[in-house]
């Protein structure tokens, strides 16, 4: 059982949310063991209840656990098993909720929405914009996911939004001025407005909030928002959010799990914001 029952292992394939471990970080650039994040992330779903901060109970959600994926950590074989497993859930009419990994396993399961859904929109939620065209020779290192996914077709920088930057670079913000990706800042965050247009795909990497709040990730960057920041924003997307993933919790850094707990809660509102959007 995870998140309290909310998901649950043995639902028919009716569930209208499915939540699915990646266990992959071949595409960690600084410190891998994001893949262990599955595992501690449902561990640390046990400690809260089944209700929202707002008193929303998400126990009688429709909603499966459909366990982790097994993956060799290798990219090719990797995505292609992680895009097809995605692609299945879609084909429910389900929401996917993918537990990474590191932010690579956002390109397949972006590739697996758009097949499902016209005019996909991306909200990137990261303290860095991943828009390296190859990051020391790899360009499908977690630097590089971006920019992987600009190329895709029926991708274009007006329909990403990121927010929570603010470790950057000169290349990267080439990459960002010149295809148009929207960029609200870590220091703006505040201006973030939704208006509601379009189906959406969340990917939230852990360190769009502060090390202070999340430690536990492989690249931290200071100067992040705080939780209570984080769930605030989250209350405020209107658009019809088709997927969600939640990427570089890492297990080995994260000694008093907050990180996980935090991953946890920030799940479980945006689940809230999803299924009233479902009503
Ligand atoms: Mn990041």
Redesign the pocket.
Known sequence: MSFCGIFKPDLPKRAQFVLIGAPYDSGSSYRPGARLAPHQIREFSESLSSCTERGDDLIDLPARDAGDLILNNQAEDSFTKIETVVGEIFDTKAIPIILGGD?CITLPCFKAALEHHKNLKLLYL???P?LYPSFHGDPYS?ACVVARILELEGVSGESITQVGIRSTSSDQIKVQKESGVKTIHAWEFESFVDKGDGPVYLSL?I??LDPAFAPGTG?PVPGGLSTRDLITLIHKIRSRIVAMDVI?VNPMLDSSGITALAAVRVIMEALSVMAQARK
Do not use: K, P, S, T
């Open positions: 932010h990261d303290a860095h991943d977690h990497d360190d769009v690249n570089e």
